[in-house]
């Protein structure tokens, strides 16, 4: 009797798996699959879901002038629900069930370090939207968002400039995490060599979804009234923002007595708050909303259509476009691009296809891939906050910024090239 | 409360033979089937299935934990997940450690130390290139910590649903601590990116199915052990704790030892179930003591059927099995269903799932 | 509405008056042409430095029609056209006039660019503008102007102050003029003058004086910034002065932190306190149903915005029972389909709410999307009350402190003083018992899990005005809140009020000393600790009897 209880139990799972398994071997293969890994549910899905939603609708738009290499692209999207381990499960699903030919997604860089080992394990390729702290380099990952030298340093040489506000003293706050704790480490070299001291840097850290700033904004307040300009940085990760600012607002910190430049704030983030008090703070990225071109004006034109088609929450009503979407727009095209190129999806040849690649990104420069280091050349911005939520451009390079993910700034990264090794 | 029949039935012969069957299948076919069966066989099984049956199998493991604390002793942890990790980072130092030079600093140091600017181990971090240390390591750090904490707590006679607040605090406060970089644990991206274990790199399929084997090894010899006590007279004097605790200090027991013993045996079944996990998944994060995690282990066990022993690892599988099916195939829906299969379960199959076959039976 | 009105932030009566001055300039007659064109282009096309320059000789021409067109450029409403060489000025309406004739403009010629203000500029305008306004007739104006003018005052300047401080009357005007006056003095050629400046300057407490202070004691190679030691000895003293008032603004600040918390973690806490504490469901949803609660504050803004524009500023209030509503009605359908079934096994109702907090989540998510949705502070509840130079008690922060009062009051009330109150209080401690005297316990049950339910409805609402409102709001104070009432003792209402607010500043205490993260661990160690000494909270119930 007992067998059968046990045979009952599994066949129960056995046949849950077994639809899965079928289900995803009905479609037929005259289609690419291109899988989207990026959370849907837990802690990330505020930012994550958004990528998702880009991807599909850059698959469309290119399915619509034809596809690639003559066939339609068909998205496999999964959910990795915030969840470290099952990044790297539902990698290797993507991988070597679905057989995608690429992957875009994640968005935390512990999630990215979760799956790397599969993609090189099984030499597919991930693109990787986000701005993040370097330090890494794999074959197989394009990395489209920002090293940090492509924002994080031309952000504060921005704040030491005579139309920054000649900062002298800065305060690096984040939330404590790699991307932070990195960034500012970068940072804190470039202030010395700037000749900054360490009495005029203080660094404060606060926990994931850390929802109290009072006490680090009467800090800030007290290290300002210290003597000499002061400027905060901020990595203070997506949903911690919304009370940071609000009791930024409220203490009365105006952007003309300390500004503070955040590099994990854009529009979307932006979304849940009242920007009335927070006008003037800043915001570096290699693209905003409020760009003014043609390329741009397109962009946000299909996204608020596609979001209208699609009914997205928020965004039917709101339509936003950010930085990572760019990044993954700009990836999907790329690829596609150099997939046409090689004549085929395999790996190794898309990977030398990519080298080189351009395309007219939305921010109204010409992207292109780097030759050697995955990494795209990308112009930064620095935006001011404006009233209405969105981004007033008060400064930019003057063009693209070659990114350098093993930055200088690093005593470790001495005598390290920036070109992925061979493994 | 629980009848005994339930147990003695579920190692009753027919139960010895399931056994023998789930032996079989994961120390010979599966093994087989990965391995020899070549890869455009229709039998063959791929390594993403060794793997994600690994991982289940490290689940069903803690969930067996679980239930010998809730299902059988009546004391409710909401903090196991941190033993789990605890285990996992035993584990993920010694991974760490052999990685050797061919991190990306090449330096004898692990990759985050050397970017933390530390220029020698910290002191415990010494002696973790060892492999047998590391393993001791496994077993005595869960089972310390759960020691001094069960100790302090049974003491008090704290119960019921406090002291499941306090090991939920215990678990968050770990969390947090781990999340540091300053910790010296890899800060909130853990330890990731391991090459070999003893040697053997870690993503050979011959590695992956010795440690799925493994896996399967320690999973039927923590049944059997949990047989072994449950049915023991300690196991009855646990029960009776479980049942009422006072009518056991007025019979003349002291129940502490008991409760301790049975609470630190299943911190260690959990530390050594993350050991298992880690070099499987290929990454330990703090976000595996996250509060989250820990209801999810008390999940399996009560969607299983608490003190069944058998049901939460089918409860593990399930839950773990629909998630990963779930989220692939509906994953705008999959919170859902999950949240209905809680409910339904709770409040039409008390003794989980494995309760409805017994009914049946019955 | 008197508080309402004192309320308002400034910058909303600064553009206020502004407008009335402007309209007024306007019936005067147009005086244009008194700012020179090469002015106005210079402000539009010059460089950061030249537009400084030209907002400094605009602002001491003490024209009329400079202050409009100041007012304009802080608020991105001048373009220019660079080749015809014209600056287009958009009032509040959207006509368009020409900067420099005051012609109005029609059509609006196309081309043209804004004109794009940098916080250096904005700081150089707010300064600019003040100036000008140091003169107005209304107080209220010339005291922000006093207030901005401190903060981006130029030595330039000093001749405008002097006037000024000739004929004001306004006592708290003049003090903010006078430490103006005398932190533009530091840098004069006359000793005395420097001196005097320096002395006047201890009475200031506030910051940018003391860094004003500290410059002169500054080294610039071996010489200080301040040749005269007897005007450094007095710097050194009147910094002493300023950081003993600082210092006493920061004790007060903490305090005042702490006790923020404390509210919050208290109305996060008060509904577990009825559904858990009361009556002994682990209600791990209680996190959703905070969440539902700001959820439903956001739909009544948008509902007031939509339908009752006139409203808005005070939405929150209508919020209020809106959202006790909309969680209450949540938590009887839950209590009705789910809990109810549960009674007796506390530990299997943490499993169901389990399962019904990840669908309240995806529900949202599916409804509202899963980004936070914008919730804006009606003008009462930004900014903040200035206390002492360094303390600014933020309103929203108050209101809450005062609404967890008068939840905590109400539900005291509730509890001892109402019928209900008697038979949740009968039902919980001896169910049987009560159901024997004829209580209908299955209904008491239901009302009473509604009303801890909307209790959580109402912390959402409070809530939603300090932080972000997305799905995953529950998440974040479902452990502290189950921390709170464990450890004020289960059962015990007056336990979560201390236990809150206890909580809340410890953490704050540490949190100075240690930073947010170590603060946080030991607040939980704290919490283990203090139940092994007392396992049944701070306030156990007395009795005796055998706890099973």
């Not at chain 2, 008991?258 to 994060?285: D, E, T």
């Not at chain 3, 001196?195 to 202070?213: F, H, I, N, R, W």
Request: charged fraction near 15%; proline fraction near 4%.
């Amino acid at each position: 009797m007992q067998r059968r209880n046990f045979i009952k139990a599994s066949a129960m799972t056995a046949a849950m798996a077994l639809a899965g398994f079928s289900a995803s071997f009905a479609q037929a293969q005259e289609t690419i699959k291109v899988g989207v890994l990026h959370s849907l549910s837990g802690t990330m899905a505020i930012s994550e879901t958004v990528l998702k939603d880009t991807v599909l609708m850059a698959i469309d738009e290119i399915n619509a002038k034809g596809g690639v290499l003559g066939k339609k692209l068909e998205p496999v999207v999964v959910d990795p629900a915030s969840n470290w381990p099952l990044f790297a499960e539902k990698a290797r699903q993507l991988i070597s069930k679905d057989k995608v030919a690429v992957t875009f997604g994640c968005w935390t860089s512990v999630s990215r370090k979760s799956v790397l080992p599969v993609y090189e394990e099984l030499n597919s390729l991930l693109f990787y939207p986000v701005q993040y702290e370097g330090e890494e380099l794999s074959k197989n990952v394009f990395y489209t968002g920002a090293a940090p030298n492509q924002q994080a340093i031309p952000a504060v040489e921005y704040l030491m400039s005579k139309d920054g506000g000649s900062a002298k003293r800065f305060v690096l706050l984040g939330t404590d995490y790699v991307y932070p704790r990195t960034t500012n480490k970068i940072l804190r070299a470039f202030l010395h060599s700037k000749g900054v001291k360490d009495e005029d840097i203080i660094e404060e850290y606060t926990p994931f979804g850390h929802s109290d700033y009072q006490s680090i904004i009467a800090k800030i307040k007290k290290f300002s009234s210290e003597g000499k300009k002061t400027a905060v940085v901020s990595t203070i990760n997506g949903d911690s923002n919304v009370p940071f600012y609000k009791e930024l607002g409220n203490q009365g910190l105006k952007a003309t007595d300390v500004p503070v430049v955040a590099f994990s704030v854009g529009e979307e983030e932006l979304r849940g708050v009242d920007t009335k008090p927070l006008v003037g703070h800043l915001a570096a990225w290699n693209y905003f909303m409020s760009i003014k071109s043609p390329a741009n004006t397109e962009f946000v034109k299909k996204w608020s259509d596609y979001a209208k088609a699609k009914n997205i929450p928020g965004h039917k009503d709101k339509p936003l476009t950010n930085d990572p979407m760019e990044a993954t727009y700009i990836g999907i095209h790329m690829w596609a691009q150099a997939a046409n190129k090689a004549k085929s999806v395999d790996t190794d040849k898309v990977i030398a296809a990519m080298a080189g690649q351009t395309f007219k990104a939305p921010g109204g420069f010409i992207s292109t891939m780097d030759k050697e280091n995955h990494h795209l050349h990308k112009p930064v911005f620095i935006g001011e906050i404006k009233a209405d939520g969105q981004f007033n451009v008060v400064w930019k390079t003057k063009g693209p910024v070659v990114a350098d993910p093993w930055s200088d700034y690093i005593a470790e990264n001495k005598g390290k090239k920036n070109v992925p090794e061979k493994k | 409360m629980l009848d005994k029949t339930l147990v003695t039935r579920i190692f009753g012969p027919k139960g010895w033979l399931g056994l023998a069957l789930f032996a079989a299948i994961t120390l010979v076919l599966v093994p087989i089937l990965n391995l020899v069966v070549p890869e455009d066989s229709a039998f063959h099984l791929s390594t993403y299935w060794v793997t994600l049956i690994g991982k289940i199998m490290c689940y069903a493991i803690v969930a067996l934990a679980m239930d010998l604390v809730w299902g059988y002793t009546g004391i409710l942890s909401l903090g196991h997940g941190i033993f789990f990790a605890l285990g996992g980072y035993a584990m993920g130092m010694y991974l760490m450690r052999a990685i050797g030079r061919e991190g990306n600093y090449q330096s004898d140091l692990p990759d985050f130390m050397v970017f933390l600017n530390w220029k020698e181990l910290p002191w415990y971090w010494v002696g973790t290139d060892s492999f047998l240390y590391c393993m001791a390591l496994v077993v005595l750090v869960p089972g310390i910590l759960a020691l001094i904490f069960g100790y302090f707590a049974f003491r008090s006679r704290i119960k019921g649903v406090y002291f499941s607040i306090i090991t939920q605090a215990l678990t968050f406060a770990a969390m947090l601590l781990f999340f540091r970089n300053e910790t010296g644990f890899g800060g909130n991206n853990g330890f990731t990116d391991f090459k070999r274990i003893l040697g053997f790199p870690i993503a050979a399929p011959e590695t992956r199915v010795a440690l799925f084997a493994i896996t399967a090894l320690f999973l039927i010899g923590f049944l059997l052990l949990g047989r072994f006590i449950v049915t023991s007279k300690l196991g009855r004097v646990l029960n009776a704790i479980r049942d009422a605790e006072s009518r056991v200090m007025f019979s003349g027991y002291n129940p502490l030892p008991y409760k301790l013993f049975i609470w630190v045996l299943s911190a260690v079944i959990c530390g050594i179930a993350g050991a298992l996990f880690v070099p499987q998944v290929g990454i330990i994060n703090p976000s595996e003591m996250s509060p989250a995690n820990s209801i999810e282990i008390a999940i399996w066990t009560a969607v299983g059927g608490r003190a069944t022993l058998v049901g939460p690892l089918i409860g593990a599988g399930l839950i773990a099995g629909v998630k990963s099916w779930f989220t692939v195939a509906f994953p705008e829906y999959w919170l859902y269903f999950l949240g209905l299969i809680f409910i339904l379960v709770t409040l039409y199959l008390p003794r989980g799932v494995v309760g409805l076959i017994n009914k049946e039976r019955a | 509405m008197a508080m309402t009105r004192a309320a308002r932030p400034l910058p909303a009566l600064f553009a206020d008056v502004l407008l009335c001055l402007a309209l007024c300039l306007g019936m005067l007659g147009t005086a244009h042409a008194a700012i020179p064109k090469e002015l106005i282009l210079q402000l539009a096309t010059g460089d950061s430095d030249e537009k400084i320059a030209a907002m400094g000789q605009i602002a001491s021409s003490g024209d009329p029609a400079a202050l409009p067109l100041l007012q304009a450029m802080a608020d991105g409403r001048l373009q220019v056209l660079e080749e015809k060489q014209q600056v287009l000025l958009y009032n509040d309406a959207g006509e368009v006039t020409d900067a420099v004739t005051g012609a109005k403009l029609d059509p609006v010629p196309e081309g043209a660019e804004d004109i794009t203000v940098n916080n250096r500029l904005r700081s150089a305008l707010d300064g600019a503008m003040a100036a000008l306004q140091l003169t107005a007739a209304d107080t209220a104006v010339r005291l922000d102007a006093a207030r901005n003018i401190k903060s981006s005052a130029t030595p330039e300047m000093l001749p405008l102050i002097e006037k000024a401080l000739q004929s004001e009357k306004d006592a708290a005007i003049r003090r903010l003029l006078l430490t103006t006056q005398a932190s533009l003095q530091l840098s004069s050629d006359n000793v005395s003058t420097r001196l005097a400046a320096v002395k006047a300057l201890a009475a200031s407490g506030d910051s940018e004086t003391k860094q004003l202070l500290l410059a002169l004691l500054e080294k610039e190679g071996d010489t200080f910034k301040e040749p005269e030691a007897a005007v450094r000895a007095e710097a050194q003293k009147s910094i002493d002065d300023i950081d003993a008032r600082l210092q006493m603004g920061e004790y007060a600040g903490m305090a005042f932190t702490g006790i923020s918390l404390g509210s919050i973690l208290l109305l996060a806490a008060l509904g577990l306190a009825i559904t858990y504490g009361l009556m002994g469901v682990i209600n791990m949803a209680h996190g959703e149903l905070i969440m539902i609660g700001a959820y439903a504050t956001y739909l009544t803004q948008n509902l007031v915005r939509a339908y009752a524009p006139g409203l808005f500023e005070i939405y929150p209030l209508l919020a209020v029972p809106v959202s006790f509503m909309v969680a209450a009605l949540v938590g009887v359908a839950m209590e009705r389909l789910v809990i109810r079934h549960l009674y007796g096994r506390p530990l299997e109702t943490l499993l169901a709410t389990w399962g019904i907090s990840l669908m309240l989540i995806q529900l949202v998510r599916s409804l509202f999307g899963a980004q936070n949705v914008p919730l804006e502070n009606p003008a009462w509840l930004s900014g903040g009350v200035q206390v002492m130079s360094n303390l600014i008690l933020p309103y929203n922060r108050i209101a809450i402190i005062v609404f967890a009062g008068l939840v905590v009051a109400g539900m005291a009330l509730i509890l001892t003083r109402t019928r209900l109150g008697l038979f949740v209080r009968a039902v919980t401690q001896n169910r049987n018992m009560a159901s024997c005297v004829g209580v209908a316990t299955p209904r008491v049950d239901t009302v009473a899990f509604g009303l801890g339910s909307g209790i959580a409805g109402l912390a959402g609402c409070a809530l939603s005005q300090v932080g972000n409102v997305g799905p995953d709001l529950g998440q974040s104070y479902i452990i502290d809140s189950f921390m709170v009432v464990v450890l004020g003792g289960v059962g015990q209402l007056i336990g979560t009020v201390y236990a809150a607010l206890g909580l809340g500043i410890i953490n704050k205490l540490f949190e100075a000393q240690a930073g947010a993260v170590l603060a946080k661990i030991a607040v939980l160690v704290i919490i283990i600790v203090f139940i092994q000494k007392r396992p049944q909270g701070l306030f156990a119930v007395r009795g005796r009897f055998v706890e099973q």
